[in-house]
């Protein structure tokens, strides 16, 4: 849920995520400020906002995040998807709310050219990282 400052409407927010292969197979409407989406327990991985349409970041516990990583390696997921993932993953660690880290991670798990594309290009502030350098050769090496 959306409120605006100035004059308090409220807009309610659709989420949409992609669990498992196949298409959107679950829908919510956030219409409070934290919402829950039930996942089936027998699912290979969810992936909020395919296709990135949305208007959001999408934020993942480590289990979710773990089979998200390996429906990367996999090749599960569209390369939008993958850019959509990094770039949560990317803001959410430049904010604090997660460590560089995790975001190295799907770096290391991400297409080739998904990462020849972002990561010198539109994530300049890695390059003060400790592990940039290990990251820059493993990533570029054809």
Not at 21 to 41: F, N
Request: charged share 25%; with cysteine; glycine share 4%.
């Amino acid at each position: 849920m959306v409120t605006s400052k100035k004059n308090g409407v409220r807009w309610t927010i659709p989420i949409q995520a992609q669990i498992s292969k196949g298409e959107i197979s679950a829908a919510y409407e956030l219409r409070e400020s934290t919402g829950q989406l039930d996942i089936p327990e027998d699912y290979e991985f969810a992936k909020l906002d395919p296709d990135e349409k949305g208007f959001y970041r999408a934020a993942y516990d480590s289990s979710l995040l773990a089979k998200l990583f390996m429906a990367l390696q996999k090749n599960c997921l569209s390369a939008i998807d993958q850019v959509g993932l990094m770039n949560d993953l990317f803001e959410l660690a430049r904010s604090g709310q997660i460590s560089t880290d995790v975001f190295l991670e799907s770096v290391q798990v991400c297409d080739r050219y998904i990462k020849l594309c972002h990561l010198d290009g539109d994530f300049p502030e890695l390059r003060c990282h400790s592990q940039y350098a290990y990251y820059q050769t493993s990533c570029w090496k054809f």
